[in-house]
């Protein structure tokens, strides 16, 4: 018997060894089942243990969503020729056949729900990935806001709750009109980064006076905006023996930053108040001071820090309105920029070789510093974030650039400046200023409003695209926008580029001033 099982491994060993040399070649075929093999052979194959459930979750999905669950399947499917799924859903562990018709034959149209596939108990995938597509989905469509309050004081003190059933007025578009429908507050939509947007708004209820105010706003961020009722304001007039003749008032919170606040307008008298709002000498603990019945218009505001240094704004007095200003300030820090000017017959932009001299900072002693061929550095003050930079630049007729922070500065020339004066058909002649406005983002839509003290409503919008056209429509190609206006003040603007980017700026107008602001 050994012997016989020797030789027989020496048999097969010796073919195998001939067949791999070469002497005979074999050619393999797949061998071809017919259907009713195949289910027979997919019914008695066992997967191993480790991959028996996710298999079985692969072919739920399959019959999920080719199949609604209860519909009636029609044709004639024998026993030997069903499919047989399992679901391991809801129904702790037990098995529930689904049957699905043979590949062969004609399956019915059915209409289908969208279903959730079952998965194996204990299964825990490592990153769920569809709960980061859609909080990246709700993240995208979701508008970013800010919220206004209102907390009312008079003869009493300040009022514990927040008032109710109050509008609210935007600047940059006074037929606008938001409410608080009884809840305290009024949420503004505003892009979600961390940029300050400059908001002006005025907010009016029953009994008090009304109030506007200029908001260094970005989104999650809530304002509680002290107003005062017109008995208390009427006190306080009687006291300090002041009769109105402009009925505009100012009220500045000096927070817990600021010492004191100049105004360099003329104003009746300037009074203090404490965090109470009750009336206080000068040398007392005070936290808000009140300028009573001031010049209207636009005037310079200044704020002085506890170190000596000095912020400035400008801001606008309306008649019979308390104007609210809470400044936040920001620290001085030094700016890099380069300068170009923008000429009709060059496609490039051209360097501009100034002296330090011919770049100076808005109302300050303070000019630039050469530091390459058309590169500067300026050391830019402390200032409040609701007022941008202003530099003023130019030898012979200047231009003012307004940024929050700017690597490159643009100046048109003076042949650029009249070929804009021509397409614009000579609007921006007699007086007129131009407010130039070069947009970081697409525009989608755009309003503005000039606050002015003899308003006419005399100003006009045009839009520049990429390739130099001049409309008056908002294109997908728009990258500025130009201001024609012959009322003088303070404009305010609301930019949306779309998808809740919208953002809110402010600028200026005096005569003949040509102004280019970096949104």
Known sequence: MIIRFIYLFISLFLANAYALSGGDIVTLKPKSFDVKETFELHKRFVPPIAYQGHIESDEIIMASSGVKKGAKVSGNIKDGEELVFFSYGDNKGKKEALKKPSALKKAPVVTATQKVAGKPKNYKPVIDFSSFIQSAARKKKSVSNFKVKLREFGPKGISKNNLTDFDLVPTYNLNELFTDAGMGEIS??????????????????????????????RSDTTFDIPVINDDYLYKILEKNKVKEETGAHILVDLGDKIDTSTFMGAFKKKVFLNRNF???????????????????????????????????KIIHLVQDEITYEAP??????????????????????????????????????????KVGLNRYKILTPLRDASFKHYIEVGKETSVFVGFNDIKKVVIPSIEYIDYLKELFQNRADNGACVI??????????????????????????YYMDKDGTVSAEI??????????????????????????????????CTEGLYIIENI
């Open 328 to 369: 936040y300030l920001l620290d001085a820090k030094a700016i890099n920029f380069s300068v170009y000017e923008e000429n009709l017959a060059a496609k490039t932009l051209q360097s501009m070789n100034l002296n330090d001299s011919d770049i100076r900072y808005f109302n300050r002693e303070i000019t630039a510093s």
């Open 278 to 312: 009750k009336e206080v000498e000068p040398g007392d603990s005070f936290v808000y001071e009140l300028y009573l019945d001031v010049e209207l218009g636009n005037h310079l505001i200044k704020y002085m820090d506890f170190k000596g240094k000095v912020a400035q």
């Open 475 to 508: 294109t997908g190609l728009t990258e500025k926008v130009f201001v024609i206006s012959h009322d003088y003040g303070i404009m305010n603007t609301k930019i949306d580029s779309g998808e809740g980017n919208i953002q809110y700026t402010q600028s200026f």
């Open 188 to 217: 503004i939509p505003i892009s979600s980064d961390d940029s300050f947007s400059t908001f002006r708004g005025s907010v009016a209820a029953q009994g008090i006076i009304r109030t506007n105010f200029e908001l260094s706003a």
């Open 436 to 461: 130039q406005i070069n947009l970081n983002n697409p525009l989608v839509g755009f309003e503005a409003y000039m606050s002015s003290q003899r308003p006419s409503g005399s100003y006009d919008f």
